[in-house]
């Protein structure tokens, strides 16, 4: 079992950048894929970014790609997004993710068994 805690969110200008964390415990941090989601008030959850156990293969939205890179360091037990050139559509409650699997694709959120409590981004225009 693991238990995930985000941090790092806060208001930034368009163009900012920021760096959330997500804190996990629990002895086999390492035997979980990550993923980032996002839920941006009236709208359902989506898939930002997801990252492997091992964190040799990391997977993207298509709006994300170029802009966010995610990271994960299994000694210290915290994956990371750093997002660039944020943009006002960026705005959500960021939300990190694990599960057990790897064989699903990274983007199904019911695929993923735990779920920290949020860290809220906010992009001025």
């Known amino acids: 079992q693991v238990q995930l805690v985000e941090s790092g969110g806060r208001l930034v200008q368009t163009g900012g950048s920021l760096r959330l964390s997500c804190a996990a415990s629990?002895?086999?941090?390492?035997?979980?894929?990550i993923g980032w989601f996002r839920q941006a008030p009236g709208k359902e959850r989506r898939f930002v970014a997801g990252?492997?156990?091992?964190?040799?293969?990391?997977y993207y939205a298509d709006s994300t790609k170029s802009r966010f890179t995610i990271s994960r360091d299994n000694a210290g037990k915290t994956v990371y997004l750093q997002m660039g050139n944020l943009k006002p559509e960026d705005t959500a409650v960021y939300y990190c993710?694990?599960?057990?699997?790897?064989?699903?694709?990274?983007?199904?959120?019911?695929?993923?068994?735990?779920w920290g409590q949020g860290t809220q981004v906010t992009v001025s225009s």
């Open positions: 990252i492997s156990m091992s964190g040799l293969s990391t």
């Open positions: 629990g002895r086999t941090f390492s035997s979980y894929m």
């Open positions: 993710a694990a599960r057990a699997s790897e064989t699903t694709i990274p983007g199904y959120a019911s695929s993923y068994g735990y």
